[in-house]
C-alpha cells in the first residue's frame, strides 16, 4: 500500500519501473547513494544490480515502509536529510555514482553536492531544470547554474520521462541524464568572482564588477582596476562562455587576492 504524498516536500515519485530498470543499470557492481528513495521502485532495481546501496528519505512515514518492505542485505536506509548527513554516514569515501529521481525542489543543492565530492551521477530531474543547466551563452536560460555546471561536468542524455511515470503526475514533464565530473578544479576565490559577475549577467564586465565590489572585499575603483586590466571588460558577462568566464576569474582572482571576501550575497 502506498503512502499519500506530502505535498508540502513536494513529493512526486516514480512508478515507471522501466524507468527504473534504465536508470539501475548504471549501478551495476558499484556502490550506490540515492537521495529520496520515495515508495522505493527504483531502489529495488539497485539493489538487484549494485554492490550497496544507501538510501537517504527524510519522511518518516515513508521511512518506516521501506524499513518494513526491504530486507536486501546490500541496503543501508537512513532516515534524515541528505544534505544533513556526513560524509562518513554516506560512506563518501568510497561511493561510486549516485543514482536519483530527485525532488524538483532539491535540484539545485544537488548539483552543488555532486560539485563539491565531484561524483558521477545518473539523476532524473525537470526538463527545464536540465535546460538552464545546458542553456548556451547568450541566451534567456544561462545562469550561473549553466556556467558552474558546464564547467565541472560533461553529461549524456539517456531518456525523456512523461510526467505520467510519477505519482501524482507533475505539472512538468523531466529528463534522466547521466553527469560525470571534469578533470579540472576550481578555487573558491574563482567560484566568487564567477557568482558575482553571473549576478549581473547583463551588464559589461566592468561595470558588473564594480557593482560587486563590497561581495568581492574590494573598493570600486580597485574592482574597476582590476576589471580594466582585462581583454573583456566591455563585454557583456553572459555572452562569455563557461571556458571564457573561468579564464577571466582565474585573473581577477589572482590580481584581487589581497581583497578580503565580503558578505556572501551581492
Not at 503512502?3 to 549501478?27: R, S, T, W
Not at 518492505?69 to 544533513?84: A, G, M, P, S, V
Not at 563518501?92 to 525532488?103: E, F
Not at 558575482?196 to 574597476?224: F, I, W
Amino acid at each position: 500500500m502506498y503512502l499519500k504524498p506530502v505535498k508540502a516536500l513536494g513529493q512526486h515519485f516514480l512508478v515507471n519501473v522501466a524507468i527504473a530498470e534504465m536508470e539501475a543499470e548504471h549501478a551495476r557492481g558499484k556502490n550506490v547513494i540515492e537521495l529520496g528513495p520515495g515508495y522505493g521502485v527504483l531502489t529495488r532495481e539497485l539493489c538487484r544490480r549494485a554492490k550497496r546501496v544507501v538510501a537517504v528519505e527524510l519522511d518518516r512515514n515513508l521511512f518506516t515502509m521501506l524499513k518494513g518492505q526491504f530486507k536486501e542485505r546490500n541496503l543501508r536506509l537512513i532516515n534524515k536529510d541528505f544534505f544533513e548527513a556526513g560524509a562518513d554516514e554516506l560512506s563518501l569515501a568510497d561511493t561510486d555514482i549516485m543514482i536519483a529521481n530527485v525532488p524538483y525542489k532539491l535540484s539545485s543543492k544537488t548539483i552543488e553536492f555532486l560539485l563539491d565530492h565531484r561524483l558521477q551521477a545518473v539523476l532524473c530531474l525537470q526538463r527545464e531544470f536540465v535546460r538552464h543547466m545546458t542553456a548556451k551563452p547568450g541566451t534567456r536560460n544561462y545562469s550561473r547554474l549553466s556556467v558552474m555546471f558546464q564547467l565541472g561536468f560533461s553529461h549524456t542524455k539517456i531518456v525523456d520521462v512523461s510526467r505520467g511515470s510519477f505519482r501524482p503526475a507533475p505539472r512538468v514533464d523531466s529528463v534522466v541524464i547521466y553527469i560525470k565530473p571534469r578533470g579540472q578544479t576550481m578555487g573558491e576565490g574563482e567560484k566568487r568572482v564567477i557568482n558575482a559577475l553571473m549576478q549581473h549577467k547583463k551588464k559589461t564586465v566592468r561595470n558588473a564588477l564594480v557593482d560587486s565590489c563590497s561581495y568581492l572585499g574590494a573598493k570600486p575603483e580597485e574592482a574597476r582596476e582590476a576589471a580594466d586590466r582585462t581583454e573583456e571588460k566591455d563585454s557583456r558577462v553572459f555572452k562569455l562562455s563557461p571556458g571564457e568566464l573561468e579564464s577571466l576569474a582565474k585573473r581577477i582572482s589572482t590580481g584581487m587576492s589581497s581583497m578580503a571576501p565580503g558578505p556572501d550575497r551581492v
